[in-house]
């Protein structure tokens, strides 16, 4: 009744067996007339689903499988309650010692989060995380098992109408049916992945194996297309009857299939591209044939669901990210700063300043002072770090960048003095 599957009519109550040759029997129950709080009542336990409302993404600074810079820290919002247990998985399985919620020291990949709750009754919750590599293009294959992965078979039978209130989501089909006048079936496909808005998706290319295909004389052409869902879905009480919307604008097609097995590819770029922006509207698809008219004839595709044991739906994605912090970061040469005064200008971009300077000693952010001045004017400061701080950028080390917008057009000169009170100097223009 919650998800609107049955409409709230109450329930009829009578014996298992009313025939009258097996003798008298019944059961009676105080009606609410009664009073005396013998009256009949309902107690109902809920909670509202747990779901990820943001997430902090820290992306890997090269793609060496040694390098352990990246990290997750996921906010959860919503759950059972009670005292809950983190467990992370990478592509080969549950991972030793990663038990917090936040996910630290880690390369590029995909991480699955599952969280479990001390309340009994209560059904883990999973989500899973892209990590990349900072300025570089790297591939991930998310080939998930059925845990983060939402889908189910919708079907519509239309002389039994009961079977449109059926559940199909543990069947290890994807299955899309038009067959007239007895029944359709649509399926529904879903990641549970988050997507860290300053990635950009270059590629999501989405395979499926098809295991089986029909389509009967009157009509050989038996086509689909998968349509982005515009509602929030469960897999295990979604049903025809009760579907969510869908959008029809840009829908990926799925062509007839000429043989069975075979595996179809499909881009899916677009659509996570608009989902890593706003990740609550990530609902997936649903998968249907393009003519569910037919009356005398019948089309099918089925592929390989999550509940396959082999040959499961995945992405091949290829992924870049650019620092945030930064405008064009990761196109940016950095100027080097020198322990000498030379006389190259820079120029910053986007009102950026971009530069490096070698350090031989480990210098905490708080023992990093700079200052700005103009080029004839030395001893009076334009910026400095109280002023406006430095923004160190998280790609190897002595990388940083400085918003000089409010600077008018001149030479200046930008004077960094470390924790060991050594000078490092850099000449920069800034123009109109």
């Not at 698809?285 to 037919?294: A, C, G, Q, T």
Request: net charge negative.
């Amino acid at each position: 009744m919650v998800a609107g599957v049955y409409t709230n009519y109450g329930w009829t109550i009578h014996v298992d067996n009313e025939l009258y040759d097996i003798g008298n029997r019944y059961q009676e129950f105080d009606p609410r007339e009664q009073g005396a709080g013998f009256e009949p009542k309902v107690e109902i336990s809920y909670y509202i689903p747990m779901s990820v409302s943001s997430a902090t993404i820290v992306h890997a600074n090269t793609s060496s499988p040694t390098e352990t810079t990246g990290s997750i820290s996921p906010v959860l919002i919503n759950g059972p309650g009670g005292t809950y247990s983190y467990q992370w998985y990478n592509a080969s399985g549950a991972m030793s010692g990663k038990t917090s919620l936040n996910l630290t020291g880690v390369p590029y990949g995909w991480y699955g989060l599952k969280v479990t709750s001390s309340i009994a009754g209560a059904e883990p919750f999973f989500y899973a995380f892209l990590v990349g590599v900072n300025c570089q293009e790297v591939s991930i294959e998310f080939n998930p098992g059925p845990d983060y992965i939402d889908d189910a078979n919708l079907q519509k039978a239309l002389f039994v109408s009961q079977n449109e209130v059926t559940n199909y989501y543990n069947s290890t089909d994807l299955n899309m049916y038009s067959g007239g006048a007895f029944s359709n079936i649509r399926s529904v496909l879903k990641y549970r992945l988050w997507l860290d808005e300053e990635m950009y998706i270059d590629d999501a290319v989405m395979s499926l194996t098809a295991n089986y295909s029909y389509s009967n004389s009157n009509n050989p052409v038996n086509s689909g297309s998968m349509y982005v869902m515009t509602e929030n879905w469960n897999e295990k009480i979604i049903t025809y009857s009760n579907q969510p919307e869908y959008s029809l604008i840009n829908p990926i097609p799925i062509p007839s299939l000429s043989s069975v097995p075979q595996t179809r590819q499909f881009d899916a770029a677009d659509h996570f591209n608009l989902w890593r922006q706003n990740n609550s509207q990530n609902f997936g698809w649903l998968m249907k044939m393009n003519d569910e008219s037919l009356t005398s004839s019948s089309n099918s595709q089925r592929y390989n669901s999550s509940d396959a044991t082999s040959n499961r739906p995945k992405i091949n994605f290829s992924i870049s990210v650019s620092n945030p912090v930064a405008p064009n970061y990761c196109n940016q040469v950095f100027a080097k700063m020198d322990r000498t005064l030379r006389g190259v200008l820079y120029k910053p971009y986007l009102t950026h300043l971009y530069f490096y300077y070698d350090e031989e000693y480990a210098t905490a952010d708080a023992g990093l002072n700079y200052k700005v001045y103009k080029a004839d004017a030395p001893l009076v400061p334009v910026l400095n770090h109280t002023i406006q701080p430095l923004t160190e950028i998280e790609y190897g080390d002595n990388r940083y960048t400085l918003d000089v917008s409010d600077l008018q057009a001149g030479v200046y000169v930008l004077e960094i003095t470390n924790n060991k009170s050594e000078k490092f100097y850099l000449r920069f223009k800034v123009e109109d």
